[in-house]
């Protein structure tokens, strides 16, 4: 097996790596160049300008890898690298005998055995073979069996590792792929009832020793991938005793076999960390911190405030499309090539308001400037100019136009996306629910009680809602604080209600056997802010500088009623938990004592150190890097099982403020809603 001498571009973000990375299968393997600060709308990358002519060729993916590209390219961007057909492995093909086949699939075997069907019918002039993770050897001698008999082997141009079983749905944030399908051979549907994630299944009492080394070998694998894509070799920092020690030392140990098997070959085409051979010192080296879900339940739970996670809890989105149900279902593309989306998905709501207000401002102003200097009444009458006595002006017109269309379109999309959260904002009162939740530890169970049962305007708050506040006020408690009598009348209020009580009850069991520290999960800090006036003022804007049909849609008192009562809350200047632990471990003369010594007894595994000399270390060692220097890193990389957008943001900001680059993963990511069902599913299960 080959494994491609790419990613090794000089990208900054583990997104724009991938991308690169995909470009280059695309291109047959060739490496490609990118211009990644060149590319329009701020999305920091684009599709290359090819060199010559390009390769004219059919993509046939499955619903994995399809996945993996529609997070970063587009149709446009296939078509610019020669991609004029992309079909599923496994649908009905017509044979094309004059055209290359680029396959770009998971390495299972009913994969391999299609891939074998299609060499033996010659489906395409040349196969370029490419999986999204290594090919076990057992399927690699079952293809090459199968070529063997079929004697079909002049038809395969290349056989590819690729090392990208991840998403990356925005610069700072990745999932690992979800396990592939497996084939079931019975005709009775199915009766499992968790759900196949990793949460569940290392946490479920009926998972079988063979079920949990398997997820933490899928789980190391998937790392291993999203690494190997930067090309740089991390330190490799976590907590003991737990999932999260076993995929760093699973891990370790891969990355340590890929740097002996390349200095073994010597040869640049085999090493997937050819960037670390540059002379990288150690304070340049990620580091890379991996923690168990439970380290922080809160902000999987609570209710965010920023825009990204607004969206995620309030409307459907997948694979960074967005669907809004009102007045009509339509869906939206938000990516980093979207401007708005990628400037402000980390703002906080209110900001973004701002934002939208200022952004039609400015583009009106462009417009206007266009319609004054060629003497038109609207944009959309520039084609009705007189050629001969405007023909400087329509040049300078028509040069304008796309991009002004197309900033409307972008503006026109997040107006519709705030009007519908601004719906959900007051039907659900999810400002109130954030600003309990920012002050959680000055709130007791009467006035939580009170809040909850007290009558509003737009109805009750859900049950899931409710749900998910007593959660956070359990887990932000201090240990033993709430007595039988407290949790027995919140369990009568959510039975009330209508809510499932299975995940408090698996929450409060996790809790009562690990006694997981949690109290400085939601900080103490009041919410910035003021009360529902404030709340027309901020969305004023909304309306004053909208004249299209959106603004008609929302007269005769739509937007100006819906705003009225939302109340402008800013998050509070507090780091979530997985914030804290970064902070000590990258910058420990910053961090607080408590931090320090959360982190004092986490293991440090350096994969370039000779073996054993990590053996038992609580801290740097056998790497050359000292204690007070080690944690001075300017980049890391976070990891957990499943991942909330709540902490992204703080994680984010954090990173800003300090000048560090932080990219944020998990096993995959998840709503709140669906996360509380995954606890749902464990408490019924008994298990803990």
Not at 58 to 82: N, P, S
Not at 85 to 103: E, F, G
Not at 647 to 660: H, P, Q, Y
């Amino acid at each position: 097996m080959a494994t491609p001498g790419l990613k090794q571009a000089t990208s900054s973000t583990l997104q724009q790596a991938q991308t690169a990375a995909l470009l280059s299968l695309l291109n047959l393997n060739n490496p490609s160049e990118t211009a990644p600060n060149s590319a329009k709308s701020g999305s920091g990358f684009k599709t290359p300008p090819p060199a010559g002519p390009p390769v004219w060729k059919i993509l046939v993916l499955d619903q994995q890898t399809k996945d993996v590209l529609a997070t970063v390219l587009r149709v446009q961007d296939l078509r610019d690298v020669g991609v004029t057909l992309h079909v599923q492995l496994h649908s009905m093909r017509p044979p094309l005998p004059d055209v290359p086949a680029v396959y770009f699939v998971s390495p299972t075997l009913a994969n391999v055995r299609r891939i074998a069907e299609d060499l033996e019918k010659s489906l395409y002039e040349s196969f370029h073979l490419n999986f999204v993770e290594p090919l076990p050897r057992s399927l690699l001698e079952e293809l090459a069996a199968s070529v063997a008999r079929d004697g079909s082997g002049d038809l395969v141009e290349q056989v590819m590792d690729q090392y990208l079983s991840f998403i990356a749905p925005s610069p700072s944030l990745f999932s690992l792929l979800p396990p592939p399908p497996i084939a079931s051979t019975s005709t009775n549907p199915p009766t499992t009832t968790i759900p196949q994630s990793t949460y569940a299944i290392l946490n479920s009492p009926s998972s079988t020793e063979q079920q949990i080394e398997a997820e933490i070998e899928r789980v190391a694998s998937g790392l291993f991938s999203a690494i190997a894509t930067l090309g740089h070799v991390p330190f490799i920092r976590s907590p003991r005793g737990n999932a999260a020690e076993m995929v760093a030392k699973k891990l370790e140990g891969k990355i340590r076999d890929a740097i002996i098997t390349a200095s073994r070959s010597h040869g640049s085409s085999t090493n997937l960390f050819a960037q670390d051979t540059t002379g990288l010192s150690n304070l340049q080296r990620p580091l890379l911190l991996i923690l168990d879900r439970n380290v922080d339940m809160v902000s999987m739970v609570s209710h965010g405030w920023t825009y990204q996670a607004l969206v995620s809890d309030c409307l459907e989105i997948k694979l960074n499309r967005v669907v809004v149900e009102q007045p009509q279902k339509r869906s939206y593309d938000l990516d980093a090539k979207d401007f708005f989306w990628a400037r402000n998905a980390a703002n906080p709501f209110p900001q973004v308001a701002e934002e939208i207000d200022q952004e039609l401002n400015k583009y009106k102003q462009d417009a206007a400037e266009i319609t004054r200097s060629t003497g038109v009444s609207d944009v959309n009458d520039i084609t009705q100019l007189d050629l001969s006595a405007n023909a400087a002006h329509l040049k300078t017109a028509i040069t304008q136009l796309p991009e002004l269309t197309a900033r409307k379109a972008t503006l026109d999309t997040h107006m519709n996306i705030a009007t519908a959260l601004l719906e959900e904002i007051k039907k659900r009162g999810m400002d109130e629910l954030f600003s309990t939740e920012e002050a959680i530890n000055k709130q007791t169970v009467t006035s939580l009680l009170e809040m909850m049962r007290a009558p509003r305007a737009d109805g009750s708050f859900t049950a899931l809602d409710k749900l998910r506040l007593v959660i956070v006020f359990y887990l932000s408690s201090p240990d033993n604080a709430l007595s039988k009598d407290d949790i027995s009348e919140l369990e009568k209020e959510l039975k009330s209600a209508g809510a499932d009580v299975s995940a408090f009850d698996y929450v409060r069991r996790t809790r009562e056997i690990s006694r997981m520290t949690l109290s400085a999960s939601m900080g103490s800090s009041t919410p910035t802010g003021g009360g529902a006036g404030q709340g027309g003022q901020l969305f004023g804007g909304f309306t004053s500088v909208f004249g299209n049909r959106l603004t008609d849609r929302l007269q005769a008192g739509g937007l100006e009623n819906l705003i009225s009562g939302v109340k402008n809350f800013l998050p509070s200047n507090k780091l979530l938990p997985v914030t804290r632990l970064t902070e000590a471990l990258m910058d420990s003369s910053a961090a607080s004592n408590q931090s320090l010594q959360e982190t004092d007894d986490y293991i440090f595994l350096d994969p370039r150190a000779p073996k054993h000399a990590n053996a038992g270390m609580t801290g740097a060692g056998g790497s050359g890097v000292t204690r007070g220097s080690a944690w001075r890193l300017r980049k890391a990389s976070y990891f957990c099982r499943r991942c909330g957008l709540c902490g992204v943001w703080n994680l984010e900001e954090w990173a800003a403020k300090t000048g560090k680059r932080v990219s944020y993963g998990g096993t995959e990511i998840l709503d709140p809603g669906g996360f509380v069902d995954i606890l749902q599913e464990l408490g019924k299960s008994g298990s803990i």
